[in-house]
């Protein structure tokens, strides 16, 4: 449907579409006419999403500070899990990954060779060498924020520490790659696997970054190396996550029959994974939650 100059804009900002999205669309329709992909609307938050998306960041940046000043040799998963449920409940949020399909925990803690998705557990106890990525999703009044990092358990190993930090590079490769109006999602999946590569690592297909802001997981989807098909050029509202789950070594991954969440590496080298959660402006873009 064709919106004229006075009526509403379609953003949900109440505004004239004049003074709101109108602009926005003849330079989307002019990227589209050079052969861009352009992103849906659902993809672009309008300003009152935007406040609450960071509204939201605040919490969930705020568990993963709380997390980080606690977590230590001989603590168990379910300990973290226990402290987010206190956190959370703290600053009246809730956590999205409770019950999200099913999924029995507040939040997500892979030690090691586990990719991502781990099931905080008493039987998982930290001990000096370990990596762990602890990744949380928050959820207030209806906004969400994901955001994830590692932590090393006391002295860990050249290699661990190593791979560690290649792949908080890689997150920072792809969210540098982001030039509003100019770069696609595309983009930032080449420019971290060309990183990971480089360094001589893989990096996990299987699972992808994601929009996120009105739910957990939305699109579009954020690949973590080259894309084999158009993706959609990055424009100033679109709110989504850079995930980079990479591997010391191969990049395949399995699941264990027990639990259908947990990704392990089939070599059994270890994995590590940052995420944050990222706003494009006009100037460039913001880390929203991280
Ligand atoms: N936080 C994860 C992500 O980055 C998703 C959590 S899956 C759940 O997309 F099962 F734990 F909810
Ligand atoms: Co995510
Ligand atoms: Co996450």
């Not at 999924?103 to 905080?120: F, L, M, Q, R």
């Not at 679109?238 to 990704?263: C, Q, R, S």
Request: charged share 25%.
């Amino acid at each position: 449907m064709k919106l004229s100059r006075n009526d509403t804009c379609w953003c949900g900002s109440n505004k004239k579409y004049k003074k709101c999205h109108l602009e926005f669309d003849a330079k989307l329709e002019q990227l589209k006419k050079q052969g861009y992909k352009i992103p849906t609307r659902k993809m672009i938050k309008n300003e009152e999403q935007i406040e609450g998306i960071r509204q939201a960041a605040i919490v969930n940046n705020g568990l993963l500070d709380h997390i980080e000043a606690h977590i230590k040799a001989g603590m168990t998963t379910e300990e973290i899990d226990q402290m987010t449920n206190v956190y959370l409940a703290k600053h009246h949020a809730r956590s999205a990954d409770l019950n999200y399909q099913g999924y029995p925990k507040s939040i997500c803690t892979s030690v090691n060779d586990e990719v991502c998705h781990g099931i905080p557990s008493k039987d998982v106890v930290l001990k000096e060498g370990d990596i762990i990525n602890v990744d949380a999703t928050t959820d207030l009044n209806g906004y969400f924020a994901d955001a994830s990092r590692m932590f090393m358990i006391g002295n860990v190993s050249k290699e661990a520490k190593e791979l560690v930090e290649i792949t908080r590079l890689c997150l920072y490769k792809g969210i540098e790659s982001v030039k509003p109006w100019e770069s696609c999602v595309g983009d930032i999946g080449a420019a971290i696997q060309e990183f990971a590569e480089a360094n001589g690592y893989s990096v996990v297909r299987e699972f992808c970054g994601h929009g996120v802001g009105l739910s957990m997981h939305e699109d579009p989807y954020v690949f973590h190396f080259k894309p084999n098909e158009p993706t959609e050029v990055l424009v100033p509202g679109m709110v989504f996550t850079i995930e980079p789950m990479i591997n010391a070594g191969k990049k395949e991954i399995h699941l264990k029959e027990d639990n259908d969440w947990t990704a392990y590496t089939d070599d059994g080298s270890l994995s590590a994974q940052w995420e944050h959660t990222l706003l494009v402006t006009e100037e460039g873009v913001e880390i929203i939650s991280k």
